[in-house]
């Protein structure tokens, strides 16, 4: 079964060792691709939407697309969403966000609250698996 593994360049990358999303399968089979928990951090490093669950989700979905669309995957081909909150009490403005995208396509969502993330300053991290028929 063929492997591509889809990096979004980041230094965290190689050392703790994963990949922003990794493809399983290959043409003429469905194919499976897992998008590792996603954050508002931008190439530079930096925090996108400081203290706005809102603007970090809309930013989050944004790079998880980028990562589905060098995996030859679309948000429509998305089955499963897993959201981990710093605040449920933020969940509105989250789903609002997430409804935007996923509104007509209705993949399984989870969202839960966790303790914190990698970084104060971030609100919400995503993961997504997605399926793609060649």
Known sequence: MARQNISSGTSWESIVGYSRAVRI????EVALIEVAGTTAVDESGQVVGLN????QTQYVLRKIEKALLQAGAAMSDVIRTR????DIRQWEQIGRAHGEVFRDIRPAATMVEVRALI????????????VVRE
Do not use: C, F, Q, R
């Open 25 to 28: 399968g290959k043409v003429g």
């Open 83 to 86: 959201m981990y909150v710093t």
């Open 119 to 130: 970084s104060p300053d971030l609100l919400v991290e995503i993961e997504v698996t997605a």
């Open 52 to 55: 706005d669950s809102y603007l």
